[in-house]
Nanobody
């Protein structure tokens, strides 16, 4: 059974920082590119950042460059999202996503976590 479990969300003041974690199980973690998305009510889910399987390359959405960064620890099957200089408009539910192919398989799969709420407010 595949599980992606996010943690680290909460309430933070504008200008503050949070680090989200996503622990994966049931997949060969190093075979999956990992991403963070976010969503607010009434809006489509938005890509925040992606990191390749080995962590050699990352991509962060333009509106978050310089404030957010993504990293992974393949030994711990965990991906992180470090968020600095948070703004009220960063308030959203943040979701972890795994996308890839299991070794020896041919089908491409995507998995989602249940989401963690981040609220930026004074």
């Amino acid at each position: 059974q595949v599980q992606l479990v996010e943690s680290g969300g909460g309430l933070v003041q504008p200008g503050g920082s949070l680090r989200l974690s996503c622990a994966a199980s049931g997949i060969t973690f190093s075979s999956y590119a990992m991403s963070w998305y976010r969503q607010t009510p009434g809006k489509e889910r938005e890509l925040v950042a992606t990191i390749t399987r080995t962590g050699s390359s990352i991509n962060v959405a333009d509106s978050m460059k310089g404030r957010f960064t993504i990293s992974r620890d393949n030994a711990k099957n965990t991906v992180y999202l470090q968020m600095n200089s948070l703004k009220p408009e960063d308030t959203a539910v943040y979701y972890c996503n795994a996308a890839g192919v299991e070794p020896g398989r041919v089908y491409y799969y995507q998995y989602w976590g249940q989401g963690t709420q981040v609220t930026v407010s004074s």
